[in-house]
């Protein structure tokens, strides 16, 4: 169910992206997810406050690791 938890974690008006990508980071470990790069990033993405996740498009990022 951990793989659930990381399609629906968002980011949230609180919270900081710091916070948010440690967080993700964590779910992918405690999941054993074995994605490509780019489904990864598409769901840390999918996550993020509109504001950030339009930045992260503008900016052409493909990886979570290029996007922190």
Do not use: N, P
């Amino acid at each position: 169910m951990v793989y659930l938890d990381i399609l629906h974690w968002t980011q949230g008006m609180s919270m900081l992206i710091d916070q948010y990508t440690e967080k993700f980071h964590v779910l992918i470990v405690k999941g054993q997810i074995i994605e490509t790069d780019q489904q990864i990033f598409a769901c840390y993405v999918k996550g993020l406050r509109g504001e950030i996740k339009r930045d992260m498009f503008t900016t052409r990022l493909f990886t979570v690791d290029e996007a922190c």
